[in-house]
């Protein structure tokens, strides 16, 4: 069975998190909230790893979380950004860490504004 670990930076959003999974009789998932723009690494559930990763960052995005996910090594990033700059800043440094840009897409979800979601796969070219 696989394992889940959620992080969030808002501390009402982990609440819920662990309510919905609770709800849904899921025993495996754990939910964090931190900041992903500091040092994570004496975190302990950072420490233990992971294998595919998604993230939803701000508009601000993820580079910060990024460069320290560069240990880990993850199989798979799926990145999604209601910014194409931060997506675009954010896709060469994982590029320059080894990912290939596999799959790309776009949702309007707002279809009465100017804002769009985008979705990029990102594969680890050495896992």
């Known amino acids: 069975m ?8 808002v501390e009402e959003m982990v609440t819920r998190a662990n309510q919905n999974a609770a709800r849904n ?13 500091k040092d994570l690494a004496a975190l302990p559930w950072y420490k233990q790893g992971f294998n595919k990763i998604i ?5 601000t995005g993820a580079l ?29 440094e994982l590029v320059k860490q080894g990912y290939i840009a596999k799959k790309f897409c776009v949702m309007d979800m707002f279809p009465h504004t100017s804002h769009v979601e985008s979705m990029m796969l990102f594969v680890n070219k050495n896992a």
């Open 64 to 92: 910060e979380v990024i460069r320290q996910l560069q240990g880990h090594n993850p199989e798979m990033i799926l990145y999604i950004s209601c910014n194409p700059a931060a997506l675009s800043r954010d896709g060469a």
């Open 25 to 37: 009789h899921l025993s495996n998932c754990e939910f964090y909230r931190a900041d992903l723009s």
């Open 2 to 9: 696989s394992f889940i670990v959620g992080v969030e930076g």
């Open 55 to 59: 993230l939803d960052p701000p508009r």
